[in-house]
């Protein structure tokens, strides 16, 4: 059994955390570029494109955009062939549910912080079986600053009205573990994406591979 450190709230990250996906995001990015014939490949997408908001993602895509209305609509069209291509394919990490049910028996308020759009954070909400275990939700178009600043794990904590300082976030990439920190939250991380010892490595208090064996 993995302890895990005490906190009064969890603040959780929601694609790569709750449920293994970053494979299809970065597909359904890959046939976007590929529709509207960006001609850029997948390493040049992940190193130089894919960072922020995803409305300062689309400005790197399309500079001649000037309004967030504009680039928020073309943001939209890489979501929704997201959604309608891998929504009905997400699965919960191992051990989630009974995890939220002995965070719920214990009434400890659970937060999301996700760049996700909101129409994003209901659908996987929904197709895990778990919206009801979350006090409240933050998605990225709420903050105007994406990870890894601290803004939306901030936004989080104050939802649920709890000290930053006072909540354990959990996490799967640099940019979460990063922003959850400088949130001044203590990160648990999850090896969707790192190693569990890459994971420590970056600074994450606790490494789990899923949320089985869990003593809380």
């Known amino acids: 059994m993995i302890q895990l450190p005490p906190a009064k709230a969890y603040i959780f990250d929601m694609d790569g955390t709750l449920t293994d996906n970053m494979h299809f995001h970065h597909e359904a ?14 390493v040049t997408f992940e190193r130089d494109y894919h960072k922020g908001t995803l409305i300062e993602v689309m400005a790197r895509f399309f500079p001649h955009l000037t309004t967030k209305a504009e680039l928020r609509a073309v943001g939209n069209e890489k979501e929704a062939l997201y959604r309608d291509t891998y929504g009905h394919l997400l699965e919960p990490l191992p ?12 009434n400890i308020p659970l937060g999301l912080a996700t760049m ?3 129409n ?16 409240s939700t933050t998605g990225g ?3 105007t600053q994406g990870k890894p600043h601290p803004e939306i ?16 976030a959990f996490e799967d990439t640099l940019s979460g573990i990063t922003a959850a920190q400088t949130a001044g939250m203590e990160v648990v991380g999850i090896s969707t994406q790192f190693s ?5 490595e970056l600074g994450c208090g606790v490494a789990l591979e899923n949320y ?5």
């Not at 989630?96 to 002995?102: A, N, P, R």
């Not at 901030?154 to 909540?167: S, T």
């Open 153 to 168: 794990f901030l936004r989080a904590a104050e939802k649920i009205g709890i000290d930053p300082n006072d909540c354990l």
């Open 95 to 106: 051990g989630l549910h009974l995890f939220l049910e002995q965070l719920k028996a214990k």
């Open 141 to 143: 178009d709420q903050v």
């Open 29 to 42: 990015w890959m046939k976007f570029i590929a529709l509207k014939k960006l001609g850029i490949d997948a």
């Open 116 to 118: 996700g759009d909101q």
């Open 196 to 200: 569990q010892e890459k994971l420590l």
């Open 120 to 135: 994003n954070l209901e659908l996987t909400l929904k197709q895990l079986e778990i919206t009801s275990y979350f006090h």
């Open 212 to 216: 089985e064996n869990i003593l809380l």
